[in-house]
């Protein structure tokens, strides 16, 4: 087996690194920055710059990136929901902004679909919001959000995401809540790639949208994206920083560093101007490696699936099948993430799987995947 890349920093506080096929999670530290972006980021580290200025400037290229009427570079797309439930809730009214997490005399609540609730949407809550749930654990009717929707509802949540239920799907979300007079947020945190969807979920009415940078953009880990329409979005701004006002707001613990903020830009600009289908493509042949080398076994059942939003990027994905009588998709799981070095494959979907995510497996390692495997699955 080939010596397993050992970066110095890393080694000298005695921590291994780990082959990810998981996807861009932030637990194995989402996904790796081009030499450009860290290039871009030590330039930025030499300088200081009027940070307002900074921001809005970089906030026009996630504009345009997003076609949208402005932009943020926020601190994650977990921090990009907390500023769009304070937008909601405050508008440009710095007076509200001064206030939060008091929301006395706001609407404060935000409706989500009881299918979508998910482990980030507590960061919809700490600006001081309420979540509100609507519908069934499996699905929504119309009625459900019409009838959640009062006059203390500042906006509607709608979350995209690996096996997260669709409920009244966006467009019809969006539908019933403008007509209610009622913004549309969206956590569209790992939702690109592919491109288009940076600019799509605006271009279907949502008025702000957020996503990860640190994901399929291959910007910094603690970087994100945030834009929407003009009123919204200026009271993003406000609540992130207020940099003018002697009260910061209740963004200023999820500020955005000068390097962070070129970094981001950095890679932005790079992924829009990648090669979407080859890097793509460079998955799928990894897929098709591993789903080779583990054909014919009794029992298993392998297949490429490459299904949007549940599955990020072509992957093998090892169906156990009722026949298979060897160890359990969670014991060959332990015995990948317990060995040398320790591998972290997908936690699956639906059931009797592992799926093996290629976005973050770098060149070679899906041998080491094949392997160690085999080995696992004796
Ligand atoms: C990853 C993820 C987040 C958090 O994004 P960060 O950029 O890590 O803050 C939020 N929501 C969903 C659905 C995600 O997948």
Redesign the pocket.
Known sequence: MPEQHWPEVYKKLGVKPVINAQS???SLG?SLMRPEVLRAMDEAATAFVDMKELNRAAGEVVARACSADMGLV????????VLMAAACMTGIDESNVERLPNTDGLKNEVLLFKGQR????G?FEIPGARIVEFGHGDSARPYHLESAITDNTCAVAY????F?KRGLGLEKTIEIAHAHDVPVIV????EIPPRENLSRFIKMGADMV??????GIGGP????LLAGRQGLMEAAYLNSLNLDSPKAGIGRPMKVSKENLVGMVAALELYMDSDETAIIEGWRAKANYVARQLDGIDGLRVVIEDTPVDRQGPQPVIYFESDWNGPTPAEVRQKLADGDPSILVGGGGVGNEINIVMVNVQDGEEKVIVERLLEALH
């Open positions: 861009w999670v932030t989402g926020t601190a994650g797309c977990a921090a990009a929901e998910n482990r980030y949407d960061a979350v995209m995401g690996p997260i956590d569209a945190a790992a957020a996503f990860s940078g640190g994901k880990q603690s970087a994100g």
